[in-house]
């Protein structure tokens, strides 16, 4: 059954803005839908949003926010995990028609998922849902970066490097943070630790 797979994560539910009166009559699968649809959503936004306006590290900007609204309307555990495999088949299918997705943007439409069902599950001993998804994405761009350095170096091109690096050290966890706080519309931050680490159990 799908609901083995993604069970309602309760304390997520009942931290997101519109309340868990939303979700009383949501199905397993309808909510699976939703939930590769928003993975799909990253994707599609990273295919069709070119400009890179020269800072590094922007993606996390079109792949945080998606997969946010995605728990927030379908709380599911492993709900990360069911948007980063639609965000897989759409890169398939994209890579099929002559259109792959760049590394940086393909490294963070597949980490941010699982990332965020990690911290989203134990956002308690995080000590606030904010914080859970800024770890999500500072982890999701720091692999976003080490990709892009590694890459780099192997095409031995110290000039771009040098000129590269000290820009992206600060771009790309300036973006994380910025795509992190653009989380805040989709969450109320008013449960209270005590409440959350009740309800993690």
Known sequence: ???????????????????????????????????????ACTVALSALVKGNFGLPGHHILLVMPPLALGLARAPRRNGG????????VSMTLLAAFGRPLGFGATTSSLLAGPLLDLFCTRR???????????????????????????????????????????????TYPGFAIIAALSALVLFRWEVSVEDEAGKCG
């Open 81 to 88: 995990l069911v948007m980063s495999t639609g965000a897989l």
């Open 124 to 170: 308690a001993k995080l000590r606030s849902p904010f914080l859970a998804i800024l770890a999500a994405a500072l982890i999701t761009n720091s692999g976003a970066f080490l990709i892009r350095m590694l890459r780099k170096m192997s095409a031995v091109d110290s000039k771009a490097l040098n000129v590269w690096l000290p820009k992206a050290l600060v």
């Open 1 to 39: 059954m799908v609901s083995s797979v993604i069970p309602l994560n309760e304390p997520l539910r009942s931290s997101v803005r519109w309340g868990s009166a939303l979700h009383t009559r949501s199905s397993e699968a309808r909510d699976l839908m939703l939930l590769l649809a928003f993975g």
